[in-house]
């Protein structure tokens, strides 16, 4: 970096970064050691005596088959989202580059599910799929199928699927269509003039050229569904019927507050921060790839 | 330009139709609730076209006691959300440029140390400390204060690395010129930097009071009392799935009460939404 004109001041650049500072410190750092620290310490049932166990909380966390059950549970409801919206949402950015009239009518219509909160968007479509008032349960059941997501864990988790996707297709659409402006137009028109077919063309040609703003949405649907969908489940499943819905950060909620195992839920933010860690790490290592390309 | 059949371009308009189908389905569908009377609602299928209950059902969840809610009214619940989304969208830009100003301006010791302090709190989102972050607010007695619901939401790293990206590509004459011309720190960032930094503001001002205005986790853990409840959560209480005495039809108005603002920045504002969204993710 070439050296920058700066202001002389000594004092005044504390004072600016201050605020941020302090806030870090003081909601960030002092928790986040706060759960360290906690993550090592287990407390006898009555709160009386409290002693340190080292990494025994670990232990036991990682051991216990509900815990188990939790992470299959997050890794199946984070890649069916991430997939669902993906694919959906590239269906429709794909579309949309071939339209050439109402191409700003159709952005406009499809990216408002943005602006639902999460928990809202579980609601509305628990609403719709409710056993004894949803109309579209309603039409299912009227086709022959036996629906019931408050009580059975399979439909309970496609219907968090659906609502948490939907939710998440208009963010897609949008780096979707931004990814396919950037695909240079004389590249399709040489496979064009060779002779390839438009699906060719797609899949030879402008997929792989898609392929960073995949990874990158990838990643970020990931987080997604792993930390702001808690709305979702706690609003429409709470986890229920039977642990089938039980997500990570659902399960970091429900041992902390409502069960109060402090230990198991601190160790538990613990291993939740080493998983943010390591998918922020991938998503830096993207961003400098892209730089050195871009 | 490469022609393309007739035929590819109505099935394009078609795929877009059904998606725009699918993705405003549940919200139209929300709003004919919101018209109908209880009883249809009760009875699935429920029509298709708005009823006739439009003015009464906003009339009564707007004016009438709604004691679902704890008594607390729609108008209260809309203010507190309002105020936790401004707050945290004026708070976070606030916070974040002046901060972004100092490391890319100025020099002293410990700013890359400053610097990697507000960057490593990307990795730390709410949900991974929420017990002890809960502990720091009980101690310092932010439960149900505006306060809590906004401050420990406003320092992110996201914001200042988008300020900083934006301060790096102002080239360097801008600010020897400045200081030439006998300005001080002050004078160029309320002259020079902020005019020129409008775009962004705005950008992230959208993304910001969305994300201020659909939080669910954090407003859940410091609200105990219905007055400071945003609407999000008194949403949530007022359903239960269980029993028969949920009142659908005030519910739904709500609903649509509660998703109607921010839906309406997004349009509104579509142009700095799109930007803000795409740069506040590179």
Known sequence: MTPRVVFPNKILPYLLVAPQLAITLVFFYWPAGQAFYQSMLRQDPFGLRTKFVWFANFRKVLADPAYLNSIKVTVVFSLATAIVAMCVALLLAVMAEKVVRGKGLYRTLLIWPYAVAPAIAGMLWLFLFNPSIGSLAYMLRSFGIAWDPLLNGTHAMILLVSAAAWKQISYNFLFFVAGLQAVPKALIEAAAMDGAGETKRFWTIVFPLLAPTTFFLLVVNTVYALFDTFGIVHAVTGGGPGKTTETLVYKVYNDGFVNLILGDSAAQSVILMVIVISLTAIQFRYVERKVHYG | ?282
């Open chain 2, 1 to 282: 330009m490469i022609g393309q059949s007739p035929l590819r371009t109505v099935i394009a308009h078609a795929v877009l139709i059904l998606g725009i189908l699918i993705v405003a389905f549940p919200i139209y569908y929300t709003f004919v609730a919101s018209t109908q009377t209880l009883q249809t609602i009760l009875r699935p299928p429920l029509p298709l076209l708005p009823g006739d209950q439009f003015w009464n059902n906003y009339t009564e969840a707007l004016f009438g006691g709604v004691g679902r809610i704890g008594g607390v009214s729609v108008g209260r619940l809309l203010l507190n959300t309002t105020i936790m989304a401004l707050g945290i969208a004026v708070g976070k830009i606030f916070i974040s440029i002046l901060s972004a100003y100092a490391i890319v301006f100025f020099r002293f010791p410990l700013r890359m140390t400053f610097f990697w302090l507000i960057f490593i709190t990307l990795m730390l989102p709410v949900e991974v400390r929420i017990l002890p972050t809960y502990k720091v607010m009980v101690d310092l007695g932010m439960i149900d204060t505006y306060a809590g619901l906004i401050i420990p939401l406003i320092a992110s790293a996201t914001a200042t690395l988008l300020f900083r990206q934006f301060f790096m590509t102002i080239p360097g004459e801008l600010v020897e010129a400045a200081r030439v011309d006998g300005a001080g720190p002050w004078r160029f960032f309320f002259d020079i930097l902020l005019p020129l930094s409008r775009t962004n503001i705005a950008a992230l001002f959208v993304i910001l009071f969305i994300y201020g205005w659909t939080q669910y986790l954090w407003p859940l853990l410091v609200t105990n009392s219905s007055n400071m409840n945003t609407i999000v959560i008194a949403l949530r209480k007022m359903v239960s799935f269980a029993d028969a005495d949920t009142q659908w039809h005030l519910v739904m108005v709500t609903a649509m009460l509660a998703i109607v603002p921010p839906i309406l920045v997004v349009v509104l504002m579509q142009r700095w939404f799109v930007r803000g969204l795409v740069d506040s993710e590179k």
